[in-house]
């Protein structure tokens, strides 16, 4: 056992270099631990990011010739009434898992957290079950279920008298098939958050307004609703990344079509586009160009929930 | 920081989009070539990403002289090719991998030559190869292995696509794909149709009258009569013409060509005759119906009649084939290249001088039905008796070869196969209902401008 004194007498007076030295480590020690994230994110991330919109400068055959031309592949998509019917799927598939997805959500997080459920745990773990089930799996089954002639659906429409609808053979069909499938994954996952977060509020103000005669739903308006407003924001923002970015349920869900989800491109979002344009024709560079186009999207997007957000904030009690 | 995020989530979208391909075909059974299209299209992607390299660069192939790889594509039992290979030759180790349908295939190589790991021997489908053709550079010209003492084995028209202008051979071909079709005996006999294969032939001459057949069809039996019309008649008639989607001076004629609107207007015919199951090809609902019994007729070039048999094979023996209406045609038919990068290009040739001389070309024929490109082994009699059981009996050797020796080959451009897609897919969207059938052609011609331009 050193005491105190030997101890400083065993490293020496430090001397005024020596503080330099330390404190100079001291304030680069935090870079040093940080660094690994940028390291891999500038490979990883900002330098595929650039070259992207170098690439897209290029009439780029990964197997043949490249040339420089310009903006053209940029024009060219302006031009191209596959770019705006791709733009308006990817809107209208994420309005139309989005909304429900959350809505319904809240209701379960809301009835989830009720004092008197039974089995709770069993209810709340299976909620996670779509969540962890393999995206292929769930696109697959799903489009099964949705088939003309021999989907579980249809059956039923028939057994119910009704024609059958080939689902995956128009927009709002395909669209509404694809946003079941996201909703179905998703809808689990953000029941959990909000329950986490509905956790945290104090059980007596539920009680309090039970004696006070508010009723379910009169609970629900005027508690829970409320207290979850930042995770609300929060799941609004990351579905809106989420949906931006729908690839492989549209990829899997039509059987014709393939790369195009569809013979009409009915449900071909941005990303299958790209996929499409960059992996099944090779046309590198305007694959990068739909690339780039989308970037611009999710910063506008990105700004939008930027200013929402700040706005709810403020407007916070 | 949120912007900041997405920033990096745009910027690995490619990343994304490969990585969610390898994990999601997973269902499918397909793990294996998916893995293989993703890692090509990782290394073509990593290719790009550190700029700079040249196509012809990087390490491919196994080192082993007795080991080759080779890429095929699903359906055509390249397996039983490769079996009758290596039971003549059992120190020969054949790395066979099915990687996808035609086209993923063909995606699966352009990434891999353009950066990855490339097959020994790959197999690609005719309409795929004009492109391929474009940089010949990444191919082994076969004239130096040995290929020009085997050329004029094969029928010219065949050859010639694989051959450039200054005489390298890139390709030898493998099979062509002449047309029938394929009926159901029981069902024709249900609608009071003749069953026997002459006189259903005599049925329909023409597209008309089998237009006719199939009306009569639908009256007696209230069921569909084949399974569509974009596969079935548009991709049968548009292959039986003089010229295709290109002119005599190799110049894009798609829009202009008469005989391409006409096998276009004949589709939309038979889509309005209501004779149609509006049954995609190569969907689940399709593979079902040809078991269940949906239609009764469907197109049959020689490499479909695997197709009906890995599909449906409890419908045996209630299929039998008949001629095509309107003449000979050809549909399909693939080759063999070998990547300039191989490993090991000598195992790779010498499968295929061994399998696809005519005496090769025959015997795969006789086991499994893929038509030779050899015209010498037409007249053979093992080739005119051969006969096959699950399409009761039909003297299948005959019948297709009837169908190409009178062909008119035409010119096949770099974008015949994104030509060709868009043709069938705007038929596809009027059998869905999407499309008007008047407003069809026009739809079709602005999408396939669009895609040309892309």
């Not at chain 1, 899997?252 to 569809?262: E, Y």
């Amino acid at each position: 056992m050193l005491s105190p004194a030997t101890a400083r007498k065993d490293t020496g007076r430090p001397t005024r270099s020596r503080q330099i030295q330390q404190g100079v480590r001291e304030r680069l020690a935090p870079y040093a631990y940080i660094a690994p994230f940028f390291l891999l994110f500038f490979i990883f991330g900002l330098f595929p990011l650039l070259f992207t919109f170098y690439i897209a400068l290029f009439d780029w055959n990964p197997i043949g010739e490249r040339s420089y031309v310009g903006l053209k592949n940029f024009s060219d998509l302006v031009d191209d009434p596959r770019f705006w019917g791709a733009l308006r799927n990817t809107f209208s598939i994420w309005v139309l898992s989005t909304v429900p997805q959350l809505l319904i959500a809240l209701g379960m997080a809301h009835v989830l957290n009720h004092v008197r459920l039974r089995a709770a745990t069993l209810f709340r773990m299976s909620m996670l079950v779509p969540y962890v089930t393999s995206v292929a799996a769930t696109t697959i089954v799903f489009a099964q279920l949705f088939d003309r002639d021999y989907g579980m659906l249809n059956w039923l429409l028939g057994l119910l008298g009704f024609e059958h609808i080939d689902f995956t053979a128009s927009l709002w069909g395909s669209h509404f098939m694809i946003a079941v499938m996201v909703a179905w994954r998703w809808t689990g996952y953000n029941t959990l958050l909000y329950l986490a977060s509905l956790q945290a509020v104090p059980r007596d103000l539920y009680e309090a307004a039970a004696v006070d005669g508010a009723n379910g739903w009169k609970q629900f308006r005027h508690i829970t609703v409320p207290s979850l407003r930042p995770i609300i924001v929060f799941t609004v923002i990351t579905s809106t990344i989420g949906g931006l970015q729908i690839f492989t349920e549209p990829l899997l869900a039509n059987p014709v079509g393939g790369l195009t989800c569809g013979a009409a491109r009915q449900c071909q979002t941005l990303t299958l586009f790209l996929y499409e344009q960059a992996f099944g024709r090779f046309h590198f560079g305007y694959g990068a160009a739909i690339g780039v186009a989308l970037f611009v999207l999710v910063v506008i997007i990105s700004a939008i929930n930027y200013l929402l957000v700040t706005r709810i904030r403020s407007e916070r009690p | 920081m949120l912007t900041f995020v997405n920033v990096l989530r745009v910027g690995v979208i490619l990343t994304i989009a490969e990585a969610a391909a390898v994990d999601d075909h997973r269902m499918e059974g397909r793990l294996k070539r998916v893995i293989i299209t993703a890692t090509a299209v990782a290394a073509a992607t990593a290719m790009i990403l550190t700029a700079g390299c040249t196509p012809g660069s990087g390490s491919s192939g196994s080192s082993d002289p007795n080991t080759f790889e080779f890429w095929s594509f699903t359906g055509i039992n390249q397996q039983a090719s490769v079996d009758a290979y290596t039971s003549d030759r059992p120190d020969i180790d054949v790395k066979l991998t099915e990687v996808g349908d035609t086209s993923e295939t063909a995606q699966a190589l352009t990434a891999a030559l353009a950066g990855g790991k490339v097959p020994d021997l790959v197999l690609i489908q005719g309409d795929n190869m004009p492109k391929f053709m474009q940089a010949p550079e990444n191919f082994v010209d076969l004239t130096t292995l040995g290929a020009d003492q085997m050329t004029g084995d094969y029928l010219d028209w065949v050859i010639s696509q694989s051959t450039t202008e200054d005489g390298r051979v890139i390709g030898i071909p493998t099979d062509v794909g002449g047309m029938a079709i394929a009926y159901r005996t029981d069902l024709f006999a249900a609608a009071g149709l003749p069953t026997d294969r002459d006189e259903v032939s005599e049925l329909w001459p023409t597209w008309d009258a089998f237009l006719e057949v199939g009306e009569q069809y639908v009256a007696a039996t209230g069921k569909p009569f084949l399974d569509n019309t974009p596969t079935s008649i548009f991709f049968q008639a548009v292959n039986q013409g003089a010229e295709r989607y290109y002119d005599e001076n190799r110049e894009l004629s798609y829009d202009k060509n008469p005989q391409v609107k006409a096998a276009f207007d004949l589709t939309l015919r038979m889509y309005e005759a209501g004779i149609s199951g509006r049954i995609a090809s190569w969907t689940p609902a399709w593979t079902a119906g040809m078991s269940k019994g949906d239609f009764a007729v469907m197109s049959a070039p020689s490499w479909m009649l695997n197709a009906i048999k890995t599909n449906a094979p409890d419908s045996a023996g209630k299929w039998d084939v008949a001629t095509i209406p309107g003449g000979s045609g050809n549909w399909g038919g693939s080759y063999l290249a070998i990547p300039a990068r191989a490993q090991n290009p000598a195992a790779a040739w010498d499968y295929i001088a061994t399998m696809q001389s005519p005496e090769g070309q025959l015997a795969h024929f006789l086991e499994h039905g893929a038509l030779p490109t050899t015209p010498s082994v037409y007249t053979d009699p093992q080739l005119l008796a051969k006969t096959d059981p699950f399409f009761s009996d039909a003297p299948i050797g005959q019948i297709y070869t009837e169908s190409v020796v009178n062909i008119e080959p035409f010119y096949i451009g770099p974008d015949d196969a994104t030509i060709g897609t868009e043709l069938l897919n705007t038929l596809t969207s009027v059998e869905q209902g999407q499309v008007e059938p008047d407003e069809a052609w026009d739809t079709a011609l602005t999408n396939v401008r669009n895609a040309l331009r892309g």
